[in-house]
């Protein structure tokens, strides 16, 4: 292997008008507006665990490799252009999104201009759902079609690259020749085990953004793979098209002793576990927690649960090991509805699981989607008032979005319930498909009913029910209260 090959791995900066995590819904990003006209990001980064794992493949495969976070440096166009430029690499490796995407490949382009010998690769989920007009009409050499976190077949691409060897021997392209689109059968999915372990040693971990435990502090939290794929399927889910439907684990042991590292060596002291459901394997979670515990590890930690996994004696155990809040997919409080979205949850399992996560003294945050197919006025009522019912401590609120590859997005063209084909307003916070009773008029409408109602419930307990780290802290009791208010005012 010749070290000499210069890759470079890019983050690259939210487009014009939207800050984007490129990591959540099942690697598809989401993203929230902004005022910004440019390229660039205004919040705090959010840190994508592709970048360790990545920066260990190539770097462990012998090439010299650099990662540019540009959303966590906060360059614009002209920056990024001059940036790429100064590395002068012999292949780009490049992370998309599905709501960045036009934007992404618009930047990438320029890019591409400015080194024209540049190989350039792309990886993300979106690109296992890329049509041939976006094949035809780019600027990237190669599309990835690998699973999260984007390492396998990599490095046999580059060094097809390097070697002068054909595409087609490569496993999951998408490419170009002669005009023409070509496509090359995928390879099974790897198991996490069998992939080089995250390496932080190139990072920089300052500036990322931050976790907030229940008295209020702050610190900075770093997203850890320790299990990937879903087996349930749900239909409008994109986790089994980013992470698989094959359950895959890391070691236990591996998982903390990266936990460890961060913790001892680089001072980070938050973590959120990326896991699609923490208690699918109780063995795995348990062997982590208790793990943790031994090596008295002060760390605090969130993760996401499915409320049919949820075990009593094992959320005891993650509270003695840090954690901190668990996080719900309740996605509706209709029962009938509730039966397509989540099979084997009914109301009453999601009830049990958010009392016993109570009485184990852990925060709550509820995920709920407006607009499934059959959502009404009353449907949405039902859940609203369920939701309200199991006060959770925080809210994620989106809209359906009905992801390629999803059940829900043939259900929703079958229907003609999709409202929109414009993928950078797939942002989850955008309404980009009716229901069968509700315009998107409505269901923004529906929206504002809903955030108006729980912010007067959080804003009452606040109020009438203030904890022991709000008497401790006043100034955070305020300024939860004054946020809280604002929100009633202007949902």
């Not at 439907?245 to 001892?264: A, F, G, H, M, Q």
């Not at 989540?342 to 996560?357: C, D, H, I």
């Not at 945050?365 to 369920?386: N, Q, Y």
């Not at 529906?446 to 606040?462: D, E, G, P």
Request: aromatic share 10%; hydrophobic share 35%.
């Amino acid at each position: 292997m010749t070290k000499s090959l210069k890759v470079l791995v890019l983050n690259l900066p939210s487009p014009p008008y939207q800050e984007v995590d490129r990591d959540w819904a099942g690697g598809f990003g989401t993203a929230v507006p902004c005022n910004r006209d440019h390229y660039g990001q205004d919040s705090t980064a959010p840190f994508h665990p592709f970048l360790p794992y990545v920066s260990s493949t190539l770097s462990e495969a012998g090439f010299e490799t650099t990662v540019l976070d540009y959303q966590k440096l906060k360059l614009n166009q002209i920056q990024v252009l001059k940036s790429v430029k100064n590395e002068n690499p012999a292949v780009i490796l490049s992370l998309l999104g599905f709501s960045s995407l036009e934007k992404d490949l618009e930047l990438l382009s320029k890019i591409k201009e400015s080194l024209q010998n540049v190989f350039m690769i792309c990886i993300g989920t979106v690109c296992r759902v890329l049509s041939e007009k976006f094949l035809l009409n780019s600027a990237v050499d190669v599309f990835l079609r690998n699973s999260y976190p984007y390492t396998s077949n990599l490095v046999d691409l580059i060094q097809a690259f390097q070697q002068s060897k054909p595409l087609k021997s490569v496993p999951g392209v998408s490419y170009v020749k002669s005009g023409k689109a070509f496509n090359t059968p995928e390879s099974s999915d790897l198991n996490l085990s069998d992939i080089a372990s995250p390496s932080y040693d190139s990072l920089e971990l300052e500036g990322y953004d931050n976790c907030v435990n229940a008295t209020g502090e702050q610190y900075q939290c770093v997203r850890i793979l320790g299990s990937k794929g879903c087996p349930y399927k749900c239909m409008y889910c994109p986790y089994p098209v980013g992470f698989g439907d094959k359950w895959t684990c890391r070691s236990p042991k591996e998982i903390v002793d990266e936990l460890e590292y961060l913790r001892n060596v680089r001072d980070i002291r938050g973590f959120l576990f990326r896991d699609q459901s923490f208690m699918f394997n109780k063995k795995y979670a348990k062997e982590i927690c208790t793990e943790i515990i031994q090596r008295k590890l002060d760390i605090a930690w969130d993760c996401e649960v499915r409320a049919n996994d949820t075990n009593r004696s094992l959320l005891n155990l993650m509270k003695k090991a840090g954690c901190n809040r668990i996080q719900y997919g309740v996605e509706t409080g209709d029962p009938e509805i509730l039966k397509l979205a989540k099979p084997g949850v009914q109301l009453s399992t999601m009830k049990k699981a958010f009392r016993a996560t109570k009485e184990a003294d852990l925060l709550i945050t509820a995920h709920v989607i407006l607009g499934w197919p059959e959502d009404t006025e009353a449907t949405i009522k039902k859940t609203r008032k369920f939701l309200l019912s199991l006060k959770p401590d925080g809210l994620n609120l989106n809209f359906m979005t009905p992801y390629p590859q999803t059940k829900m997005y043939d259900l929703a063209k079958k229907h003609s319930l999709i409202s929109t084909a414009n993928w950078s307003n797939y942002t989850s916070h955008t309404v980009v498909m009716k229901t069968k009773y509700l315009s998107p008029a409505q269901l923004n409408s529906a929206k504002t009913r809903f955030i108006h109602a729980f912010a007067k419930q959080k804003l009452k307990q606040l109020i009438l029910q203030p904890n022991i780290h709000n008497v401790k802290r006043p100034d955070l009791l305020f300024g939860s209260a004054k946020d809280l208010v604002r929100c009633i005012i202007s949902p």
